[in-house]
């Protein structure tokens, strides 16, 4: 079987033959607009208490509380890859965390801002066509 997103298809239910996962195309999701995470500074308090609980349980850690310069560093990243960027950042520092505070290793998001800027940059000097 495929990952990736299934649905119940009832319309096979209603026959009376069971339910019957239905993979669901990107292009068979309903539109959704949210603004950037970065317009969303609030929600990257509860979503990172979110992925360090999600991610806590499933590697077998206590994780008690969040780092305060953390939580200021990853409140002022722009999170350009958006909320799948402060997944990853957030599961890859559950997993190498070794007490219970949790904390970002800081060059993580200078170094991935920095490249961004310098491509951004480079992008800007270079000739039109």
């Known amino acids: 079987m495929r990952k990736g997103f299934y649905v119940v298809d009832l319309k096979i239910d209603t026959l009376g033959l069971g339910r019957v ?3 669901v195309l990107p292009s ?3 539109p959704h607009r949210s603004p950037p995470l970065r317009a969303r500074e609030d929600d990257i308090a509860l979503l990172l208490e979110y992925f360090i609980d999600r991610f806590a349980r499933q590697a077998g850690k206590k994780i008690k509380s969040i780092d305060k310069k953390t939580l200021e560093l990853v409140q002022a990243y722009p999170w350009p890859g958006n ?3 402060l ?5 890859r520092s559950v997993v190498l965390c070794d007490t219970e505070i949790f904390s970002v290793d800081e060059s993580w ?4 801002s920095s490249s961004l800027e310098s491509s951004n940059t480079m992008l ?3 000739p039109a066509l």
Not at 87 to 91: A, F, G, H, M
């Open 87 to 91: 997944q990853n950042v957030i599961e």
């Open 124 to 126: 800007s000097k270079r």
């Open 21 to 23: 996962l239905t993979p």
């Open 83 to 85: 909320i799948s960027e």
């Open 28 to 30: 068979q999701r309903l």
């Open 109 to 112: 998001l200078s170094r991935t």
